[in-house]
């Protein structure tokens, strides 16, 4: 049997199954476990935990939870100089959600509850 290069293959298919794969790729590549994240920025736990003034176990932590704070996951962003973006996804529009009381600038929240007052902008 003759090999044949993926793109053939690919080309091959109908255009609908080709945009359904083209979607799929997309969506992996956005969306990042938060280590990866962090070593894409090539940053270390150890040098992490020290900007946000917690040890490296915390950072571990963070990263390994099934749930986090959001004002956890804000300073764990914005320490690798990123920020948090918060959309809502319904379907006729998206909106994004903002409150400047999200970040604790502090460091790592670790008993901090989502504000309840959380304002919504269209976009």
């Known amino acids: ?10 080309e091959a298919m109908p ?3 080709q945009q359904k794969i083209a979607k799929r790729v997309r969506e992996s590549l956005s969306s990042m476990p938060l280590d990866e994240i962090r070593e894409a920025r090539q ?3 150890a040098r992490l935990a020290a900007e946000l003034g ?4 915390e950072i571990s932590k963070i990263e390994h939870r099934t749930d986090i704070y959001i004002s956890t996951l804000a300073a764990y962003l914005e320490a690798q100089g990123g920020k948090l973006e918060i ?6 529009r998206e909106m994004r959600a903002r409150n ?3 970040c604790n600038k502090g460091g790592v929240s670790t008993a901090e509850s989502f504000p309840a007052s959380c304002s919504v902008q269209a976009s």
């Open 1 to 10: 049997m003759p090999t044949r290069k993926f793109r053939e293959l690919v």
């Open 15 to 17: 255009a609908g199954l």
């Open 43 to 45: 940053m270390t736990q």
């Open 54 to 57: 917690v040890n490296q176990g």
């Open 87 to 92: 959309r809502a996804v319904f379907p006729d």
């Open 100 to 102: 400047s009381r999200i």
